[in-house]
């Protein structure tokens, strides 16, 4: 059964920084795609930043340029830095894997207000 363990979110001010982390065990699982998403009540699921097994990234426009997301493929885990965050980056945060099934994290709060 593959599991995934978020870490790392929390409460900070408007030009704070978060680090999300995320690790993926289970039946030798090797996902291809890890990533993250977010979402807020009432509005759908929405990318964040993805990276393949290769380190080769995709993120919203809404986050180039502040949040890196990179991976430790011999961990199985993702991390997702969070710099210069901003109110509207409040969400849970979800982490995502695939391989040939998708499966998903039980979703970290990320809180920016001061």
């Not at 809404?62 to 991390?79: L, M, P």
Request: aromatic fraction near 8%.
């Amino acid at each position: 059964q593959v599991q995934l363990v978020e870490s790392g979110g929390g409460s900070v001010q408007p030009g704070g920084s978060l680090r999300l982390s995320c690790a993926a065990s289970g039946n030798s699982f090797r996902p291809i795609v890890m990533g993250w998403y977010r979402q807020n009540p009432g509005l759908q699921r929405e990318l964040v930043a993805i990276v393949d097994r290769a380190g080769v990234t995709t993120s919203a426009d809404s986050v180039k340029g502040r949040f890196t997301i990179s991976r430790d493929n011999a961990k199985n885990t993702v991390y997702l830095q969070m710099n210069n965050l901003k109110p509207e980056d409040t969400a849970v945060y979800y982490c995502h894997a695939q391989r040939i099934l998708s499966y998903w994290g039980q979703g970290t709060q990320v809180t920016v207000s001061s």
